[in-house]
Every structure is written in C-alpha cells, then in structure tokens.
C-alpha cells in the first residue's frame, strides 16, 4: 500500500515546494492571480506580512502580498522573499522609489495638474515625487482649501488632454471635504483623499521621532494642539519644516498616501 501523511495528500499529488527568489529591485515577476506583470520597486514588512511593489511598463504601481508560489519568474512559480541587507548594488532611485534617470531634463509641463490642499501638501509631494513630477512634466499646485473646489474645478477646465487630480485632505464619509469632492462630477477629474487631518499626520510618527500624532480636542487648531501635546513651541511653520526634514523618502510617509499620489500621477499623464 501507499503511505499516507497525516493531512491525507498522497505524496505523488504534492506541489513541490516553490524555489525562494531575493525579491531584488529591478527584478520582472507576474504575480500569479492578476497576471500583473513588473518590476520589483519595493518590500515593505507590515502587520499583515510582508509586501512587495511592482511597476509595469506603463509606470502603474501595484502592491501584493508576498505568499508562497504567489509569482511567476520566467515561466516559473516561485516565492519571492526580503532581499537580505548584503546584497548587490542597486540602481540608484527616487524619493519615491522610482528608477533615477541620471542627467534626464525636465518635460516641458503638461496641460494636466495636480491640485492639493495647502502648501505643506505640496512641498511634502515636491520632497517625495519632485524627480518623478518633472520628467513627466506635472506640476502642483495648491488650493489653500477645498471650499472653492467645484469653482476652481469649472475655472480649470478640465478635458481629454488636461486631466485634473485633486488630493484632499481628511476625506471620509460624512465630513464637509466628502460633501465638497462629490460635487464633482466631471470625468477627467479624480478627487482622491487621505484620512488625516491634516498631511502632517501621514508622516510616520516613528521618523519624527514621537510615539504617535496625539489627539487634539475638537474645536482647537489642531497643528497648535500637536505643537503644545509634543512640548514643541507654538509655531506651527517652524514645526512643519522640523517634520518635513525628517522625510528622506517615500519609507517616512504612510502607505495611504503614497498609493494616493501615485494614482493621481497616473491619471494626469497615462491616456485615457
């Protein structure tokens, strides 16, 4: 007779086990269900397990979960592990991960924009995507608030060819930035938001250097409440340039947020 293990599985219907690959910057894998095929950008541990970031040919960005047989290499299934701290040279890259383009010049600026709130939104995408945002030509502005965003959005002018991408602050259900967001209808408009309160949160506390971004009560400003929980004098401008110089790359920013600029980057400059 045939052995038997204990789960049942006779050993001739067993997959063998799938070689591990260093998931190694620049390496081309398809993960296995999607079918999406790229570039390995990034790994990143999070509580879920670990977690890999693949880019296409488009420059399309996707994250999946680092599981056993979980991607294809040449044809082959295999399980991509965490490269180890000693491995090869890797190419040079962006604050944002991003391969770097040694000596490319800046693209002349599309018709196509990228809208954020205020102006510490936009020189915290200029420190992570400035590389990035000026070989493919997009600039960012800011709006100094949402209030006015259906106006601007009318005054802009959006189409085919001039994409707009609206990145708002503290956008969930039932605020007054979701009522404001859903008035826009318009089809070469993406408003897309991050759940803070404001862009200083989506700077990991552990890069600053804090155990956490504290709660301020309702009704106070809420950057002169974090300035006075930290002990940190009340000036909430020299307080940003302190938290903005501890972001060296995109592994100091929230995950939220970075998949949320890379998707408006997207839909300003892929065709539609």
């Known amino acids: 007779m045939r052995s038997y293990q204990p789960d049942l599985t006779p050993p001739w219907k067993k997959s063998a086990p799938a070689p591990e690959v260093p998931a190694e910057p620049d390496l081309v894998v ?11 950008i990034r790994c990143e541990k999070t509580a879920q397990g670990p977690t890999v970031t693949l880019e296409d040919r488009f420059g399309k960005h996707r994250v999946f979960p680092m599981e056993p047989r979980g991607f294809l290499l040449e ?29 490319a010049r800046a693209r002349v600026a599309r018709a196509g924009r990228i809208y954020v709130e205020g102006r510490h939104d936009a020189e915290l995408v200029e420190r992570v995507w400035g590389d990035d945002l000026r070989i493919e030509g997009v600039v960012v502005e800011y709006l100094e608030g949402v209030d006015d965003l ?26 007054k ?29 552990s890069s600053v250097g804090i155990p956490g971004w504290p709660a301020v009560p309702r009704g106070q400003d809420w950057k002169t409440g974090v300035c006075r929980a930290l002990g940190w004098p009340e000036n909430t401008g020299a307080a940003w340039q302190h938290i903005l110089s501890k972001v060296g790359s995109y592994k100091d920013l929230e995950p939220q947020l970075l998949g949320l600029v890379e998707e408006l980057i997207d839909f300003v400059t892929l065709p539609s």
């Open 177 to 205: 930035e979701s009522r404001i967001a859903a008035q826009v209808t318009d089809a070469n408009v993406l408003v897309v938001g991050h759940p803070y309160i404001d862009v200083w949160e989506a700077v990991k506390p």
């Open 150 to 175: 259906p106006a601007i959005v009318r005054e802009f002018a959006p189409g085919p060819d001039a994409r707009l991408g609206v990145l708002v602050d503290h956008l969930v259900p039932g605020s």
């Open 30 to 40: 398809e993960e296995a269900v999607t079918g999406f095929c790229g570039a390995v």
């Open 75 to 103: 044809g082959r299934a295999v399980t991509l592990v965490r490269p180890s701290a000693a491995g090869p040279a890797r190419p040079s890259r962006t604050a944002s991960g991003s391969v770097a383009v040694p000596g």
